[in-house]
């Protein structure tokens, strides 16, 4: 079965910094690109970050830029996303999700080109 499994998230003081993890099951991440997501409260989903499944090719939504970097590991089929520098704005649901098609050439923050979510992970930034 297709399954993706966020894990990492939680407390953090601001400045301070967490690593999430995308356990992906049911396909290779070889085979197809990965995004990052994050939804806070009143607020719509956004793209964070995407990583490509063809070159390892990154993409960063603007307010994530220089603080959080995507990573894969295809051996554990993981994907990590490293949050450095962390704001209170940076509070919400984070998700991992997957491209509906088979190694699309580029990844892209929109929320429409995944089909498959993981169950979310919880980042809170606060003193």
């Known amino acids: 079965q297709l399954q993706l499994v966020e894990s990492g998230g939680g407390l953090v003081q601001p400045g301070g910094s967490l690593r999430l993890s995308c356990a992906a099951s049911?396909?290779?991440?070889?085979?197809?690109?990965i995004g990052w997501f994050r939804q806070a409260p009143g607020q719509e989903r956004e793209g964070v970050s995407c990583?490509?499944?063809?070159?390892?090719?990154?993409s960063y939504t603007d307010s994530v830029k220089g603080r959080f970097t995507i990573s894969r590991d295809n051996a554990k089929n993981t994907v990590y996303l490293q949050m450095n520098s962390l704001r209170p704005e940076d509070t919400a649901v984070y998700y991992c999700?997957?491209?509906?098609?088979?190694?699309?050439?580029?990844?892209?923050?929109?929320?429409?080109?995944?089909?498959?979510w993981g169950p979310g992970t919880q980042v809170t930034v606060s003193s």
């Open positions: 999700a997957r491209d509906r098609y088979f190694r699309r050439d580029y990844c892209a923050l929109t929320k429409d080109q995944y089909t498959y």
């Open positions: 049911g396909f290779s991440l070889d085979s197809y690109n």
């Open positions: 990583i490509s499944s063809r070159t390892g090719s990154t």
